[in-house]
Each structure stands twice: as C-alpha cells, then as structure tokens.
C-alpha cells in the first residue's frame, strides 16, 4: 500500500514537472516525462505481480534521469527514491507483524 502510494505521487509530480517543461526544455522532454508519468501509473496498478515492483524501480530511476530535462528533479526524485525505499522496508516489516499475528491468533484459537 505505502508502495503504491509513492508512485500515485510520483505521477502526480511528473504532471507538474511537465507543465514546468513545456516552457522551458525541448519536445523529447516532454514524451520522456509522459513515458515516466505512465510508467509510475501502470507499475503502480501491477504492485501485485513481479513487473510491477521491476516498473517501480525502473521508475525511479527514471525520474532521477528527469533531472537532466528538469534539473529540480534531481533532488525530487532522490526523495522520492527514499520514500520508494521506506515504503518497501516498512510494508515488509509490516507483513511480517501481521503473520505473526495471524499466527498467534491460529495458536490460540486451536489450543482451546
């Protein structure tokens, strides 16, 4: 879930860094932000399969490369590679509580 979330804000701040680049950067720049924004967009609807986690991380890679059309994007994607990498340790650690719980409460419940 805190995965997923990253990317819906990824997509949502490339369609602001396409509005700064329609003003000041070449038309390449735009298809490469559009190619991002939708990369961010499928991957994030694929979270439950391999690919999408694989389109998640070519998405952050990605969006730092941005940062040669929209040098802001350097430092926007840097953060957003760090949330991408939070998001992905917390929501394992997140997991494990909950088998753990679910374990617990299936002990439990078949030893009374």
Do not use: C
């Not at 700064?20 to 950067?25: F, I």
């Not at 990498?85 to 997991?95: C, D, N, T």
């Not at 494990?96 to 409460?105: D, M, P, R």
């Amino acid at each position: 879930m805190l995965a997923r979330s990253v990317l819906i804000m990824e997509f949502l701040i490339i369609g602001f860094a396409l509005l700064v680049a329609k003003d000041l950067s070449t038309k390449n720049s735009l298809y490469f932000g559009a190619l991002i924004a939708l990369l961010a967009f499928f991957s994030s609807g694929l979270l439950k399969f391999k690919v999408g986690w694989a389109l998640g991380w070519l998405t952050q890679i990605l969006l730092i490369a941005y940062g040669f059309f929209i040098p802001t994007m350097f430092i926007l994607g840097s953060l957003f590679l760090g949330l991408w990498v939070a998001a992905i340790i917390l929501g394992r650690k997140g997991e494990a509580a909950k088998a753990a719980h679910i374990a617990k409460a299936e002990g439990s419940d078949s030893g009374s």
